[in-house]
């Protein structure tokens, strides 16, 4: 009767929840925790439990940067292409923060390159975005479509030129009146080589227009805990 007990308190604990419905796993993930997760794994924590925003641990290893921790989820049957309240993979939270090595173990588990969330954004997207140019050269070369367009009808060309403009400075003369909106604050780190690498795959820094890109203004689409 005390074993069933004890046994119960543990099951208990391990499923238990904060109020923003995160698990224990899920905050040893977030961490990059490999040996308290794979602890909670072995007494029945669910790979798959999701948080009141549908992110499951994935998300928070991803997210974070711990490739070990990704590892052991995917070993555990959580799915590759699993998605949150706004359709965001695990792959999309990598490529936003800029894991190379988390976002190469995900495509050798599966993860589809041309996947998009709710609002129509790729990895790539994402990767430009946020001026990642290393992450941006590995999905080119893994077949990313750059002329996939968004929900909002932007490309990665356009998503990624706040970034580039800023890299680049006084270079960058703008010749539409939409692009007088202010870059970023803080100039993403490689984004003079991302700038580089997209003018050799056409973008044209001195004849470009398009529809406004408020960089400043789109939302976060990471729902964070």
Known sequence: SSDLSSESCRSAAVAARDREGCTALQ?????GDVDSSALLLAHGADAE???????????????????????LLLDHGTSVSAGDSEGCTPQ????????MDVCKLLARRGADISETD???????????EHGHAALCTF?????????AKTAFGFSV?????????????????PTHEVLESPPRSVTPKG?????????????????????PVPALELPDRRAHV
């Open 49 to 71: 439990a999701k948080a009141k925003n549908s992110q499951v641990a994935l998300h928070f290893a991803a997210e974070g940067g711990h490739e070990a921790a990704c590892a």
């Open 27 to 31: 905050w040893a993930a977030k961490r």
């Open 118 to 128: 709710d609002f129509g954004y790729t990895a790539l997207h994402y990767a430009a």
């Open 139 to 147: 999905f080119l070369e893994r077949g990313a479509d750059l002329d």
């Open 157 to 173: 060309l356009q998503l990624a030129v706040p970034s580039c403009r800023s890299a680049f400075g006084a270079f960058f003369v």
């Open 191 to 211: 984004t003079t080589k991302l700038a580089a690498r997209l003018m050799d795959r056409g973008l044209s820094f001195d004849s470009l227009t398009f529809a």
């Open 92 to 99: 999309h939270f990598a490529a936003m923060a800029g894991h």
